[in-house]
């Protein structure tokens, strides 16, 4: 619990779109997401549209005229984690999870797949040297998968398999700047 501001999940997270009709068509059509809110910015500025995303959270797109094309590498990851790539930029955002339950992950792998979405295999997340475990055991704390929007944006379902912030989830010192190799 945050005892300096009473912050109760996320509101939104606003992202850029290319084409605010193929997102639409993505989020709603494809992830069934209910568009919730659409605004015309003033002076020809773009578009700003809002998608319920559950649990009382928004997922939003900003459609901007002149917004320059992403860089893949830099804005997000150039592949799914998967098959080898998670570097993106300082600054960007890597990709956006959403919340599924356990016992239905694997169904909707299969869903997105019929959907002619590609989709990585699932992820077992665990603490060993790899952090994936080819098999559930008791120490998979996530699994997941990953895919991407029509703009390459990264997109993960993950289900959690049980609470984490139990007695050695927390044991890593953050690293600093100076210890970037850029």
């Known amino acids: 619990m945050n005892s300096e501001f009473e912050v109760r999940g996320v509101n939104h997270i ?3 779109c290319s084409d605010m009709k193929q997102t ?3 989020y709603s059509g494809v992830l069934g997401m209910p ?8 002076m020809g500025w773009g578009q700003h549209f809002f998608f319920d ?3 009382g959270n928004a997922l939003a797109f900003f459609w901007f005229p002149d917004a320059p094309e992403g860089v893949p590498g830099v804005s997000a990851p150039r592949n799914l984690p998967d098959r080898g790539e998670l ?12 919340d599924v339950p356990p016992e239905r992950i694997e169904e909707y792998r299969e869903r997105l797949v019929a959907k002619g979405i590609d989709v990585g295999v699932l ?3 665990d603490d060993s040297e790899f952090g994936v475990a080819p098999e559930m055991h008791d ?3 996530v699994r997941s998968i990953y895919f991407k929007d029509p703009d390459g944006v990264l997109v993960e379902f993950a289900a959690w398999t049980r609470q984490v912030g139990q007695p050695g989830d927390v044991r890593h010192e953050p690293r600093t700047a100076a210890e970037r190799t850029v």
């Open 24 to 26: 639409v068509d993505f």
């Open 87 to 98: 570097l993106s930029a300082v600054g960007s955002m890597n990709h956006i999870a959403f």
């Open 53 to 55: 995303c559950g649990g």
């Open 35 to 42: 568009l919730i809110k659409t605004i015309e910015l003033p």
């Open 139 to 141: 120490g998979v704390f």
């Open 123 to 125: 992820l077992n997340h």
């Open 14 to 16: 606003a992202l850029v």
